[in-house]
């Protein structure tokens, strides 16, 4: 009676745990994506997450989907936090890897490289990854001026005031969302510009919003526009070319 009620209580163990031991295979998903069948996948994700509830693997692909680096963010830290060892976590420490990088936060961006590379060894996204870390010579900085071209120089300085500092606002994969929270801005009287910036193959568009004199200036109005628009932005000081 002892082993039934053992045999039983493995049964029912390995029952609940099928989703996790045979995720959802979004390979192709991720394909359509990469041929830019974007808009497709977005309309098949909502009966793949209603079928398969917790799924670590439609978690990453809604990460992917999802335009906006903040909530991306989000989604590939459930995946490390909850889903660590699954077929994608080294892959959600990469994105967020990039996304740093991609604003110029080396040291948090170095932080999850670390990471990376302690808990996935074998992962192919470290040979990646590396290729943009300076080198021990260089130190890495979190405060790294903001270069501009010379058109967005040309509009800061059309006044005749000295301006030396901007808010960093947010990152973008899709160049027409960083162009919507940019026309935001301005709507809103504020002086607004993109920059590109490239992160092991993927094009990141961060957009910035004021123009100031000061950091102190730009400190000042970094709370009251980050509650505003609903961003995480910090100030980053000018430097032109």
């Known amino acids: 009676m002892k082993k039934v009620k053992i045999l ?6 390995f029952s609940c745990i099928p ?11 991720l394909k ?3 041929n830019g069948e974007r808009d497709a996948v977005l309309q098949k994700l909502p009966k793949l997450n209603e079928e398969n509830p917790e799924s670590p693997n439609l978690t990453f692909l809604q990460a992917v989907l999802t335009e906006n680096g903040q909530q991306a963010v989000v989604l590939y830290q459930k995946i490390i ?27 948090t961006a170095k932080t999850y490289l670390e ?17 943009n870390i300076p080198s021990k010579d260089e130190p890495l900085k979190n405060d ?38 940019k026309n935001e801005f301005q ?11 490239e992160v092991a193959g993927t ?4 957009v910035f919003v004021g123009r100031y004199e000061s950091k102190l200036e730009a400190d000042d109005s970094l709370p009251v526009i980050n509650k505003q628009f609903g961003i995480e932005g910090r100030a980053v000081e000018l430097q032109f070319k």
């Open 8 to 13: 039983f209580f493995i049964i029912l163990l």
């Open 19 to 29: 989703s996790l031991a045979q995720d959802v295979d979004i390979v192709p998903y």
């Open 32 to 34: 359509m994506i990469e």
């Open 81 to 107: 936090n909850d889903y660590p060892g699954t077929r994608y976590a080294d892959a959600a420490i990469f994105r967020i890897y990039s996304y740093y990088y991609a604003l110029g936060l080396y040291q």
């Open 115 to 131: 990471k990376l590379k302690r808990e996935y060894p074998q992962s192919s996204y470290i040979k990646i990854a590396n290729q």
């Open 144 to 181: 790294e001026p903001v270069t501009t071209n010379k058109k967005i120089e040309d509009e800061i300085k059309s006044d005749s005031k000295n301006y030396k500092f901007t808010i960093q606002a947010g990152a973008f994969s899709s160049s027409n969302n960083a162009e919507h929270l």
């Open 187 to 197: 709507s809103a009287g504020l002086y607004s510009f993109i920059t590109e910036k």
């Open 203 to 206: 094009i990141f568009h961060v």
